[in-house]
Nanobody, 117 residues
């Protein structure tokens, strides 16, 4: 079964950190473009970070998270991660992992991140 499973969301205070994980099965993350999106209530889904497929490993970030978030990949674990630092209340959203390769466009179920004091 081809699927992505996110974990690591939760409630954190402003200025805190969280690390999201996306475990893949049925596909190889190193040969796919892996993305993290987020969707806040009443807003459109937003692309947050991308890591390209091997061998040219490039990362890109939205302006709103650049310098605070880091996307990474562990080929041995077949997983992708999103390290989120200096979190702000406006980072509150459901975060989704996404894999794209050729005609494949696969989404995880999402994990809730709430930044609040």
């Amino acid at each position: 079964q081809v699927q992505l499973v996110e974990s690591g969301g939760g409630l954190v205070q402003p200025g805190g950190s969280l690390r999201l994980s996306c475990a893949a099965s049925g596909l190889t993350v190193s040969t796919s473009f892996m993305n993290w999106y987020r969707q806040a209530p009443g807003k459109e889904r937003e692309l947050v970070a991308t890591i390209t497929s091997a061998p040219s490993v490039l990362t890109t970030y939205s302006d709103s998270v650049r310098g605070r978030f880091t996307i990474s990949r562990d080929s041995d674990k077949n997983a992708v991660f999103l390290q989120m630092n200096s979190l702000k209340p406006e980072d509150t959203a459901v975060y989704y992992c996404n894999a794209r390769r050729n005609l494949l466009n696969l989404w995880g179920q999402g994990t809730q991140v709430t930044v609040s004091s």
